[in-house]
Nanobody, 121 residues
Framework: VQLQASGGGLVQAGGALRLSCAAS?????????ISWYRQAPGKRLDLVAA???????NYADSVKGRFTISRDNAKRTVYLEMNSLKPDDTAVYYC???????????????WGQGTLVTVSS
């Protein structure tokens, strides 16, 4: 399983960005929960949002009402729409996919490379 994150950039406070996480998956694997995490400079890695195969979502309190996670299972891509961005949203954003190998039944996490989001005040 390989994940390719994209869409980061520099935006002014109040602006919007859309992040994408595209997964390349062998036929023996199926994607379960896909999540976005972020890490601000000098801070820990935090969960931002997650979505399961059925479309159920979970958000960090700090982004509720501003961010929307969605998923296109056919394209194996997850999106994070970020609106009303604040300087505190500045961080490197990472996507993570929990993937189950059908033959073994084992599930493990896979991480994409980060994409930097910078929100200027």
């Amino acid at each position: 399983v390989q994940l390719q994150a994209s869409g980061g950039g520099l935006v002014q406070a109040g602006g919007a960005l859309r992040l994408s996480c595209a997964a390349s998956v062998r036929n023996d694997y199926e994607l379960d929960v896909i999540s976005w995490y972020r890490q601000a400079p000098g801070k820990r890695l935090d969960l931002v949002a997650a979505i399961n195969r059925g479309g159920g979502t979970n958000y960090a309190d700090s982004v509720k009402g501003r961010f929307t996670i969605s998923r296109d299972n056919a394209k194996r891509t997850v999106y994070l729409e970020m609106n009303s961005l604040k300087p505190d949203d500045t961080a490197v954003y990472y996507c993570k996919a929990d993937a189950k190998q059908r033959s073994s039944g084992n599930t493990r996490a896979y991480w994409g490379q980060g994409t930097l989001v910078t929100v200027s005040s």
